[in-house]
Every structure is written in structure tokens, then in C-alpha cells.
């Protein structure tokens, strides 16, 4: 009797391993680095009087601990809790585990158009680049029966019409102060519309503030059920560019708190419970081995292609932070993502192999 228990066991794991996530979030924050995101708070640029906006005793009070799973936790809470348990964190170098990009020019188009198409074309060598030539993951999700106008996109940042190639795509894609909500607008997304319209913009016409591009894609998100939702937040990249040490970490953190709502939501609503998946990641990394390099990336910048990735739903094995020593890369993560749907990503560019997240 207990063998047959312990066969019945293993084939209910297995068959729940191999299940495919039905819905996937796909997650952003731009230029957040691996190295916040597992040591935590960096004392040397708290410390400097350049970044820390002369407030030092605050961004200690709440981002530090002499503990490094403390300090990381103080940043990213729901990351090193919900994510921790249920699902896989990559790209802690100080283990072995490195993630990098395969682009070589390490800034935010040649970034996010590897992630979704899987391509590192060397000829995508701009942020001002036209639209993307190549097919995008969302764009092949979106020509499936099955996800045929449940896709959409949100983003801070204008330049996300060119990276997804809103015209050819057909997928929506909000970007920046794109109004939400059509020609009638409920009053959630005419609030939003509104806020937007008046609101201080510290990076111009060019990308707004992170909680207008979130409460967008929420509200999105509760009426009109996506099946496959990207969200990329901006305002991390923009505070390291500024030197603003605060900002950056307390961008970082209310990220986190967003998608611990995200993940509350999904988890509370019969459409998405325990059908979705959750891949957070980044479009590139910023210096680090000299300090002072913090604030910048691009490829005079040695540590700028570092990058990580989290991810978590059905099917995924939950490993928490994974410390093996293997070196992965960022035109990986369409084909990783696709997988994670049960599908497999074609276009007609060279498409990364996907990561087995389920290997042992």
C-alpha cells in the first residue's frame, strides 16, 4: 500500500510540474540591479554624499541590516518571502549564478527588445531606433487562437510603441501618457487619464511616474481579464541616472509592494487563481566595481550587462534563490516565457533556447 501511495504522489507531482500556466504577467524595472536586489542596500553609495540626498540617516533606518537576507528583504519584501518560497530567484554572481544580456550595447531598446523576441540584433544599437523590425513574443501570443486579443502591454517609457511595434503588432500598448480607456472611459481610467494629464513630470512628454503606468494596467487587469499582461516600470533607471540613491531604492521598493497587489489580485479572482505565472525581470544592469558607476550602464560600463530574473506560477518548481553555478542569458526569456504558457515561440530571426526551470 505505501508503495502504491508513493507512486500515486510522485505521478500528482510530476503531472503538477509539467502543467502549463494558462496566463502570464511579464514584469519590469528598469536598470534595477542584481546587486540591490540580493545584498540589499549598498553602504557605499548610502555613505556618499553625491547619491544618498543628504539624508543618509533615512535611507538607513529603512533600507539597512547587518544581515545581507535582511537588508534585501528590506527592499524587496514580497520578492524574498512569496517569491522565495513558491518560485526561482537567478543572477546572484556571488553564488556562481550569472544572467547577463547577450546585446552588446547594454541600455534599455537593444534590452527590451531581446527580452521579447529573443534576438540580440546588433543593428538595434539605439533608444531612438525606429519600430522593431522582428516579431515580439506578445505579438506571436496575440496571433493564437487561444490569446487573440488578450494581450496588452503598459509601459512608463514612450519609446515601448517602437519596441513592440504597436502598428504592426496589434497589440495595445499604453506607453507613457497614452490615455487609457477609449472613447468612453470609465471613471477609474478617466481619474487616471486626468491624473496623468496634470501631474509634475519630472522625465517630460518622454515617460511618466510609475503609478500612473501601474494603476492603469490594474485596472486593465480587473476589467478586462488579459491573458497575457506586460507592466514596465521606469522610475528606477531614471533616480540611478539622477544619483538619487533614496529614490531608487524607495522606487525599488514600492515595485515590490505593486507586485505583491498584482499577485494578491490574481491569486483572489477565479479567472487567474493558480493559473497564472509571474516573470520579473530587467532590461540591463549599471556599474558597480566602480562605485560612482552606479548611476550609469552602456558598454563602457564593465558591470552593465548583469542582470537577474524571478519567476513563479504553476508548473515551476519552486527552488528560491537558486545558487548553482550556470550562465544564462537574456535572449533566453521569450522562449522561457513561451514555455511557461506551454507553447513554443517561433519568428523568423533566431529565437534564444529556453531556460529548463525544472531541471535539477
Known sequence: MKKILTIVFLFNLNTAFSQSAENIIIITTDGFRWQEIFKGMDSAVANNTKFNQYDSAGIYKKFWADDVAERRKKIMPFLWSTVQANGQIYGNRDAGNKVNNANPYWFSYPGYSEIFTGYPDTAINSNGFPPNPHTNLLEFLNKQPKYKNKVVAFGAWDAFDRILNEGR????????????????????????????KDSYKPFGEEECLDVFTHYAAMNYLQTKKPRVLYISYGETDEWAHSGRY???????????????????????????KNKTAIFITTDHGRGDAVKEEWRDHGS?????????????????????????????????????????????????HPVGEKIDLNKE
Request: no cysteine; charged share 20%.
Open 169 to 196: 503588432s496589434n497589440i495595445p500598448v499604453y506607453s507613457a501618457f497614452d490615455p487609457i480607456g477609449g472613447k468612453i472611459p470609465n471613471a477609474t481610467e478617466n481619474v487616471i487619464n486626468i491624473l496623468a
Open 246 to 272: 533614496k529614490d531608487y531604492l524607495n522606487s525599488a521598493n514600492m515595485v515590490d509592494k505593486w507586485i505583491q497587489d498584482i499577485w494578491n489580485y490574481v491569486q483572489s479572482d477565479p479567472f487567474y
Open 300 to 348: 563602457d560600463i564593465k558591470d552593465a550587462s548583469q542582470i537577474w530574473f524571478a519567476v513563479m506560477g504553476p508548473g515551476i518548481k519552486a527552488k528560491g534563490e537558486v545558487k548553482t553555478a550556470q550562465q544564462f542569458y537574456q535572449e533566453q526569456f521569450a522562449q522561457t516565457m513561451a514555455a511557461i504558457l506551454g507553447v513554443k515561440f517561433t519568428a523568423e
